[in-house]
């Protein structure tokens, strides 16, 4: 059988809930797919998520922990040198294109290796260039950023500014758009690429990813979006320490009434994106790729917008971890068996397996992943496993978090200078985390901490927690409890 090629389809900051009748050529895409509908980033962060993605290894075992924007913690944003990944083990057999923004960051620099057989056409490496030779400004600037305290090093503040949800429409039309640029590229490599060997694209749009700042026809596109419940709605139940973090401390700023303003314009930036998907497919369709590609959609992790009054990812809840994930088989892969839809429990740290026995790739030893490749093919059940979720600061280490999904339930421990707090919901009965179990099943608590205490030694990670801080967090917070 001749190897498929492989197109990597990866969003930045898209919410699972997001897709609808302004999605269509994703929708299109996702009817031929098996989507995974219980999907998980292992980081709700842009680095540390690629990280994870592309190693199939957790970020405390990677070593990327975080974005390395702070000096002092850069350190803790790169994946360790020599760690096999998807990049260095395509490139031996396929044509290996990378296009749009290049977050997989390793200590020994990936994209610069002059051994590297991969066609790196980053949006760092070339948006900026393109828009000053054409006096153009991008999307974006002072106007769409507001000042937070961040954390570094555990113990350091310092004034940072992050994106905050203001919107705009950008004047300078999609060719000068990020995502813009991003498709370009992406079209250039299908047309450019080795005719004698598969094609492996991995194409990692901008969008959603704010500024909300945004060309027409998209601005314009979504007149109304209804909120889920939980916009601008902060629970009793919830963790203060996220006030501490950008999430809170840029999220609860706004109110109800401005995420129905803003939902739209994130909405329109979805449809751009899907505009992008639907160029990049019909292309395929056009040179004959197609019908033998694997396509994977996915995003690296979710967007709050709004929901318990947050704004970004960078937190455990269903809007920002939860990840849309889904396998196009090519044709020789198909089977009458294979599912559309699959409510197995998985995360990111699955996909590289799954990509090694799809395509006869050597598995590297040691993953913690499980091949979700006979589940695809044949429907065949997951051996139960739960997914695991790590928080250790945005651009320095600072607002921890660490969560464990199992089954119906999922944990979340927040840590903030000495300070534990805990959040236990039934996220498929209550797929909003409206109200905090914690205080009602101790037990569950418990058996759910110790597992992620587990984890967390199995790992090597630099953060621990104890079963008594439990004990503490029930009667300091008692007041947090839900009616």
């Given amino acids: 059988m001749p190897e498929p090629n492989l197109i990597v389809i990866m969003a930045d900051q898209l919410r699972f809930d997001a897709l609808g009748a302004h999605t269509p050529h994703l929708n299109a895409l996702l009817g031929e797919s098996t989507v995974f509908e219980r999907a998980y980033c292992n980081s709700p962060l842009c680095v540390p998520a690629r990280g994870a993605f592309f190693s199939g290894r957790y970020p405390n075992e990677t070593g990327c922990l975080i974005n390395p924007w702070v000096p002092q913690d850069r350190q803790h944003g790169y994946v360790k040198p020599g760690t096999p990944n998807l990049y260095s083990m395509l490139e031996q057999r396929w044509d290996s294109w990378h296009t749009g923004k290049q977050h997989f960051y390793t200590a020994d620099g990936i994209d610069k290796k002059p051994d590297s057989r991969t066609h790196w056409r980053s949006l760092e490496a070339g948006y900026g260039p393109m828009l000053k030779e054409r006096g153009i400004r991008s999307p974006g600037g002072p106007a769409y950023q507001g000042l ?14 992050y994106s905050i949800p203001t919107v705009g429409c950008y004047p300078h039309g999609l060719e000068n758009f990020f995502d813009g640029y991003i498709l370009k590229t992406s079209l250039d490599a299908i047309r450019e690429r080795d005719r004698s060997r598969p094609f492996a694209l991995n194409a990692m ?18 007149k109304d979006a209804p909120l889920p419940e939980n916009v601008g709605r902060w629970s009793k139940g919830q963790s203060p320490l996220q006030l501490y973090n950008l999430t809170g401390a840029l999220g609860a700023r706004y109110e109800r009434a401005d995420w129905e303003k803003i939902w739209p314009v994130y909405l329109g930036l979805v449809a751009l994106l899907d505009h992008c ?9 056009a040179e004959g790729l197609y019908d033998d590609a694997l396509i994977l959609f996915t995003a690296d992790h ?33 089977t009458a068996a294979q599912p559309k839809r699959s409510a197995e429990l998985v995360s990111h740290i699955d996909v590289l397996p799954t990509l090694c026995d799809l395509l006869s790739l050597p598995k590297p030893e040691g993953l913690p992943g499980r091949s979700l490749a006979r589940c695809l093919r044949e429907g065949a059940p997951l051996p139960p496993a739960p997914a695991f979720i790590q928080f250790d600061g945005n651009g320095g280490r600072g607002n921890f978090q660490r969560s464990v999904v199992d089954g119906a339930h999922k944990l979340i421990v927040d840590l903030f200078q000495g300070e534990v ?3 236990l919901y039934d996220v498929v009965r209550d797929p909003q985390e409206l109200r905090n179990l914690a205080w009602e099943d101790p037990a569950r608590v418990r058996a759910l901490a110790e597992r992620l205490r587990a984890h967390m030694h199995a790992t090597g990670d630099l953060l621990s927690f104890e079963l008594s801080d439990y004990d503490r967090f029930a009667v300091d917070y008692a007041d947090n409890k839900p009616n």
């Fill in 302 to 334: 979710g967007e709050m917008l709004g929901s318990h009054g947050l704004w970004q990812k960078m937190c455990m809840y269903e809007e920002s971890a939860h990840v849309p994930l889904a396998f196009r088989l090519p044709a020789a892969l198909k």
């Fill in 277 to 285: 998907v639907g160029e990049i497919l019909n292309l395929l369709k």
């Fill in 205 to 222: 749009f901008l969008a959603p990813h704010p500024p909300l700042e945004i060309p027409e026809p998209w601005f314009s596109q979504i």
């Fill in 148 to 161: 937070m305290p961040e954390l570094t090093q555990g113990r350091v503040t310092r004034a940072a500014r």
């Fill in 421 to 423: 707090f805990f959040e």
